[in-house]
């Protein structure tokens, strides 16, 4: 990127054709799941995959155009931010679910 197209923050923005392109594949990513259940030709477990494959997808689309998550050097410590905030969720959900699990362990 060029130094005009980074603010103050040290924040990169992207270009009209960058969120564009971003849309362009969000929609299309929308789009898939609803076609995989609609069409109901595959089995479920087909489709399943399909409509979880279609999501990482675009996490990976949304992190990349919109969120401008990339390994420049100025996106460093976004992505650290990022994975930190990835390792917190984890802990929380994992937590909440051993905890609901030895409390239902303990009740029966």
Request: a negative charge; proline letters at 0%.
């Given at each position: 990127m060029s130094q005009a197209s980074i603010d103050s923050a040290g924040a990169s923005m992207g270009s009209l054709k960058s969120y564009l392109t971003g849309f362009v594949l969000s929609l299309i990513l929308t789009a898939i799941p609803f076609a995989l259940v609609i069409s109901g030709t595959l089995s479920s477990s087909v489709t399943?995959?399909?409509?979880?494959?279609?999501g990482i997808v675009q996490i990976l689309v949304h992190l990349?155009?919109?969120?401008?998550?990339?390994t420049s050097s100025a996106a460093r410590w976004n992505v650290l931010a990022l994975i930190f905030t990835?390792?917190?969720?984890?802990?929380?959900?994992?937590?909440?679910?051993?905890?609901?699990?030895d409390l239902y362990y303990r009740m029966m």
């Open positions: 399943l995959a399909g409509i979880f494959s279609a990349h155009y919109f969120l401008h998550l990339d990835l390792l917190i969720m984890a802990l929380f959900v994992g937590g909440t679910i051993w905890i609901m699990y």
